[in-house]
């Protein structure tokens, strides 16, 4: 299973992108990159997720170098409700990737 | 559509007693979890389960069961609750072939006394 390594926290103001980036060095070929987003309080919520080069959707974007061995979330324009702890999971399914466990996240806080 | 559901929110134990936390998905996703998660730290695995009948353990599953009688229901039972215990419990589903999308319920907060 890849380890993951993210930043604890991360501050930043409202209308400025965010990005946090994952260290995975041990990802296996088979390994997605996936982001949640925890609120306080609420369970995890899909974000995005990716397999290599970039994915873009309407809440983030994901870039992933040609060596898979890191990842970097981007948040274009934050706002004060994107404040939350944010998850890097890397795995997949079958063999061994059944057994997806989490790192301890990074906190961002969006001020104004 | 109702997703992940879990029951109950909330609930006191006393030290020794046993319960269970009931959790249902009505995706028809053939992987379903569990979680522990303990103030201001990350989620941890207790339990998982591939498919009705077929369980395993996670990275912390002591003081926990499991049963995967049915697609939809995956319950998780503590054996003889202890203080340790007291941690929000997530529960949560995917389907095969979606990578690592998976949909999480809202949490069941456990405080054991």
């Known amino acids: 299973l890849a380890k993951t390594t993210q930043p604890i926290s991360m501050d930043s103001y409202e209308g400025q992108e965010v990005n946090i980036t994952c260290s995975h060095n041990n990802i296996a070929t088979n390994d997605y990159i996936t982001w949640y987003q925890q609120f306080p309080s609420q369970g995890p919520r899909f974000i995005i997720q990716?397999?290599?080069t970039k994915v873009t959707n309407e809440v983030a974007s994901l870039f992933i170098p040609a060596d898979r061995k890191s990842s970097t979330l981007s948040l274009p324009r934050v706002s004060l409700s994107d404040t939350a702890v944010y998850y890097c999971?890397?795995?997949?399914?079958?063999?061994?990737?059944?057994?997806?466990?989490f790192g301890t996240g990074t906190q961002l806080k969006v001020e104004l | 559509n109702a997703g992940v559901t879990q029951t109950p929110k909330f609930q006191v134990l006393k030290t020794g007693q046993s319960m269970t936390l009931q959790c249902a998905q009505d995706?028809?996703?053939?992987?379903m979890s569990w979680y522990r998660q303990d103030p201001g730290m990350g989620l941890r695995l207790i339990h998982y389960s591939v498919g009705a009948g077929i369980t395993d353990q996670g990275e912390v599953p002591n003081g926990y069961n499991v049963s995967r009688s049915t697609t939809e229901d995956f319950p998780l039972r503590l054996l003889s609750a202890a203080p340790s215990q007291t941690s929000v419990y997530f529960c949560?589903?995917?389907?095969?072939?979606?990578?690592?999308?998976?949909?999480f319920g809202e949490g069941s907060w456990l405080t054991v006394v």
């Open positions: 995706m028809n996703h053939e992987y």
């Open positions: 949560a589903s995917r389907k095969q072939g979606t990578g690592n999308t998976i949909y």
């Open positions: 990716g397999y290599k």
């Open positions: 999971l890397v795995g997949a399914l079958g063999g061994g990737g059944n057994k997806l466990t």
